[in-house]
């Protein structure tokens, strides 16, 4: 990846910063959600195979 850069200017060239405004409420809003998407996914197919399992060897049939 390539990134322009100005070296005359340390404060234009500063590829960190943001002018965006960080709002911290809405990341407070969704602090349960700090994981990637894969991790809710498993654990959801994880509690499926799991009650799977169970009604299985429980001989519970719907």
């Known amino acids: 990846m390539h990134v322009a850069v100005n070296l005359a200017n340390p404060t234009f060239?500063?590829?960190?910063?943001s002018?965006?405004?960080?709002?911290?409420?809405?990341?407070r809003?969704?602090?349960?959600?700090?994981?990637?998407?894969w991790f809710y996914m498993l654990l959801a197919g994880v509690v499926l195979i799991s009650?799977?399992?169970f009604?299985?060897?429980?001989r519970i049939t719907l």
């Open 13 to 17: 060239s500063d590829v960190n910063r």
């Open 19 to 27: 002018i965006f405004k960080t709002d911290r409420t809405a990341a």
């Open 29 to 37: 809003q969704q602090f349960w959600l700090r994981r990637e998407l």
């Open 51 to 53: 009650i799977e399992w």
């Open 55 to 58: 009604t299985y060897h429980r």
